[in-house]
């Protein structure tokens, strides 16, 4: 059974950083695309990143870009979120998931087959 345990969000503030970390058990890691996503109080879930199972290709949510970089470690089973110049509006639950990689890679959370719990990120202003 594939798990993914979320791990790095809390409390920072406006123009801060956070880096997420997201650890993938139960299935070879590189059998997946991985993504983040985030879901704000009152709003639905949204695509943040998303990276291939080799690391190559990465594509990032237009408000995000520039600021967050997806990253993965394949001998540690662990997809990375580096969060930068971190803003109020970002403020959400965060969540990873995993899709196969047999699967169209995209920004679309219903291609993705795995998720994990979600870490709270908060920025005061």
């Known amino acids: 059974q594939v798990q993914l345990v979320e791990s790095g969000g809390g409390l920072v503030q406006d123009g801060g950083s956070l880096r997420l970390s997201c650890a993938l058990s139960?299935?070879?890691?590189?059998?997946?695309?991985m993504g983040w996503f985030r879901q704000a109080p009152g709003k639905e879930r949204e695509f943040v990143a998303t990276i291939t199972w080799d690391g190559r290709n990465t594509d990032y949510q237009e408000l995000v870009k520039g600021r967050f970089t997806i990253s993965r470690d394949n001998a540690k089973n662990t997809v990375y979120l580096q969060m930068n110049s971190l803003k109020p509006q970002d403020t959400a639950v965060y969540y990873c998931a995993a899709g196969y990689w047999t699967t169209a890679w995209g920004t679309d959370a219903r291609k993705y087959d795995y998720w994990g719990q979600g870490t709270q990120v908060t920025v005061s202003s």
């Open positions: 139960g299935r070879t890691f590189t059998s997946f695309h």
